[in-house]
Protein backbone atom coordinates (compact mmCIF):
# COMPACT_ATOMS: atom_id res chain seq x y z
CA UNK A 1 0.00 0.00 0.00
CA UNK A 2 1.56 3.26 -1.45
CA UNK A 3 1.29 6.28 1.06
CA UNK A 4 1.61 9.88 0.25
CA UNK A 5 3.96 12.53 1.64
CA UNK A 6 0.28 14.14 3.09
CA UNK A 7 -0.34 10.73 4.50
CA UNK A 8 2.92 10.10 6.62
CA UNK A 9 2.93 13.59 7.77
CA UNK A 10 -0.46 12.70 9.09
CA UNK A 11 0.60 9.86 10.51
CA UNK A 12 3.89 11.33 12.51
CA UNK A 13 1.36 14.32 14.06
CA UNK A 14 -1.13 11.34 15.43
CA UNK A 15 1.87 9.62 16.75
CA UNK A 16 3.10 13.17 18.11
CA UNK A 17 -0.68 13.88 19.14
CA UNK A 18 -0.81 10.42 20.81
CA UNK A 19 2.33 10.97 22.55
CA UNK A 20 1.11 14.27 23.92
CA UNK A 21 -1.73 12.51 25.45
CA UNK A 22 -0.43 9.56 27.29
CA UNK A 23 1.85 12.36 28.66
CA UNK A 24 -0.78 14.11 30.35
CA UNK A 25 -2.66 10.44 31.28
CA UNK A 26 0.99 10.42 33.06
CA UNK A 27 0.58 13.74 34.54
CA UNK A 28 -2.78 12.89 35.90
CA UNK A 29 -1.10 9.30 37.62
CA UNK A 30 1.29 11.47 38.71
CA UNK A 31 -0.79 14.70 40.60
CA UNK A 32 -3.26 11.75 42.22
CA UNK A 33 -0.13 9.78 43.91
CA UNK A 34 1.08 13.22 45.08
CA UNK A 35 -2.51 13.12 46.91
CA UNK A 36 -3.09 9.53 47.65
CA UNK A 37 0.31 8.45 48.62
CA UNK A 38 -0.09 4.89 47.55
CA UNK A 39 1.46 2.27 48.66
CA UNK A 40 4.55 0.31 46.73
CA UNK A 41 2.42 -2.91 45.45
CA UNK A 42 -0.24 0.09 44.51
CA UNK A 43 2.27 1.95 42.85
CA UNK A 44 3.44 -1.15 40.67
CA UNK A 45 0.05 -1.74 40.12
CA UNK A 46 -0.89 1.26 38.86
CA UNK A 47 2.13 1.29 36.40
CA UNK A 48 1.55 -1.51 34.88
CA UNK A 49 -2.36 0.07 34.47
CA UNK A 50 -0.48 2.90 32.66
CA UNK A 51 1.13 1.02 30.70
CA UNK A 52 -1.52 -0.94 29.60
CA UNK A 53 -3.70 2.38 28.77
CA UNK A 54 -0.56 3.72 26.72
CA UNK A 55 -0.35 0.72 24.39
CA UNK A 56 -4.41 0.33 23.89
CA UNK A 57 -3.99 4.20 23.11
CA UNK A 58 -1.13 3.99 20.23
CA UNK A 59 -2.67 0.33 19.13
CA UNK A 60 -5.66 2.61 18.14
CA UNK A 61 -3.21 5.65 16.80
CA UNK A 62 -1.88 3.49 14.64
CA UNK A 63 -4.84 1.45 13.65
CA UNK A 64 -6.57 4.27 12.54
CA UNK A 65 -3.90 6.61 11.02
CA UNK A 66 -1.93 4.34 9.22
CA UNK A 67 -4.06 1.11 9.02
CA UNK A 68 -1.74 -0.84 11.02
CA UNK A 69 1.18 -0.67 9.92
CA UNK A 70 3.80 0.47 11.83
CA UNK A 71 6.44 3.00 11.16
CA UNK A 72 10.13 3.90 13.15
CA UNK A 73 8.88 7.65 12.60
CA UNK A 74 5.68 6.65 14.52
CA UNK A 75 8.29 5.46 17.51
CA UNK A 76 9.78 9.10 17.15
CA UNK A 77 6.78 10.95 16.98
CA UNK A 78 5.34 9.66 20.15
CA UNK A 79 8.68 10.65 21.74
CA UNK A 80 8.68 14.01 20.16
CA UNK A 81 5.45 14.62 21.43
CA UNK A 82 5.60 13.57 25.42
CA UNK A 83 8.95 15.35 25.23
CA UNK A 84 7.48 18.67 23.56
CA UNK A 85 4.67 18.75 26.39
CA UNK A 86 7.04 18.11 29.39
CA UNK A 87 9.36 20.86 28.37
CA UNK A 88 5.89 23.54 27.67
CA UNK A 89 3.01 23.08 28.77
CA UNK A 90 3.56 19.87 31.75
CA UNK A 91 4.51 21.83 35.16
CA UNK A 92 0.70 24.13 34.02
CA UNK A 93 -1.23 20.92 33.36
CA UNK A 94 -0.33 19.46 37.03
CA UNK A 95 -0.74 22.84 38.28
CA UNK A 96 -4.38 23.20 37.17
CA UNK A 97 -4.88 19.16 38.33
CA UNK A 98 -3.60 20.07 41.82
CA UNK A 99 -6.19 23.27 42.01
CA UNK A 100 -8.83 21.00 40.20
CA UNK A 101 -8.17 17.98 42.89
CA UNK A 102 -8.52 20.50 45.58
CA UNK A 103 -11.34 22.45 44.62
CA UNK A 104 -13.12 18.87 44.42
CA UNK A 105 -12.18 18.33 47.72
CA UNK A 106 -13.49 21.38 49.26
CA UNK A 107 -16.84 21.14 47.52
CA UNK A 108 -17.07 17.05 48.46
CA UNK A 109 -16.09 17.90 52.10
CA UNK A 110 -18.66 20.49 52.09
CA UNK A 111 -21.63 18.19 50.61
CA UNK A 112 -20.15 15.90 52.69
CA UNK A 113 -21.02 18.17 55.71
CA UNK A 114 -24.02 19.00 54.49
CA UNK A 115 -25.59 15.68 54.22
CA UNK A 116 -24.30 14.53 57.72
CA UNK A 117 -25.30 17.90 59.27
CA UNK A 118 -29.15 16.10 60.35
CA UNK A 119 -27.29 12.52 60.81
CA UNK A 120 -25.18 14.47 63.47
CA UNK A 121 -28.42 16.65 64.82
CA UNK A 122 -30.18 13.05 65.35
CA UNK A 123 -27.05 11.61 66.88
CA UNK A 124 -27.10 14.37 69.44
CA UNK A 125 -30.55 14.36 70.24
CA UNK A 126 -30.41 10.63 70.99
CA UNK A 127 -27.19 10.71 72.74
CA UNK A 128 -28.44 13.38 75.03
CA UNK A 129 -31.78 12.00 75.77
CA UNK A 130 -30.28 8.50 76.35
CA UNK A 131 -27.97 10.54 78.89
CA UNK A 132 -30.68 12.61 80.01
CA UNK A 133 -33.06 9.24 81.52
CA UNK A 134 -29.90 7.14 82.02
CA UNK A 135 -27.14 9.15 84.14
CA UNK A 136 -30.30 9.58 86.90
CA UNK A 137 -31.09 6.05 86.71
CA UNK A 138 -27.19 4.59 86.98
CA UNK A 139 -26.58 7.21 89.89
CA UNK A 140 -29.22 5.50 91.77
CA UNK A 141 -28.71 2.26 90.77
CA UNK A 142 -25.11 2.98 91.87
CA UNK A 143 -25.94 4.60 95.30
CA UNK A 144 -28.45 1.48 95.84
CA UNK A 145 -25.02 -0.72 94.82
CA UNK A 146 -22.74 1.22 97.35
CA UNK A 147 -24.84 1.52 100.66
CA UNK A 148 -25.71 -2.41 99.69
CA UNK A 149 -21.57 -2.91 99.41
CA UNK A 150 -21.06 -0.86 102.62
CA UNK A 151 -24.01 -3.09 104.83
CA UNK A 152 -21.88 -6.37 103.64
CA UNK A 153 -18.32 -4.97 104.60
CA UNK A 154 -19.62 -3.41 108.12
CA UNK A 155 -21.65 -6.93 108.22
CA UNK A 156 -18.68 -8.92 107.54
CA UNK A 157 -16.70 -6.90 110.14
CA UNK A 158 -19.69 -7.76 112.98
CA UNK A 159 -19.73 -11.35 111.99
CA UNK A 160 -16.10 -11.42 112.29
CA UNK A 161 -15.61 -9.62 115.65
CA UNK A 162 -18.49 -12.34 116.62
CA UNK A 163 -16.64 -14.91 115.29
CA UNK A 164 -12.89 -13.76 117.24
CA UNK A 165 -14.74 -12.97 120.94
CA UNK A 166 -16.00 -16.55 120.99
Known amino acids: MEFSIAQEAYVFLASALCGVFISVIYDVLRVIRLYAKTS ?62 EIFFKIFVFFCKILLTPLVFTYNIIYKSILFIFVPVFKFFQKIIRRFVLKIKSGCKKTKTVLIKK
Open 40 to 101: YAVTNIEDIIFWFIALIIMFFTVFYTNYGYVRWYEFLGVFLGALLYFLTISKTVCMVLKKFI
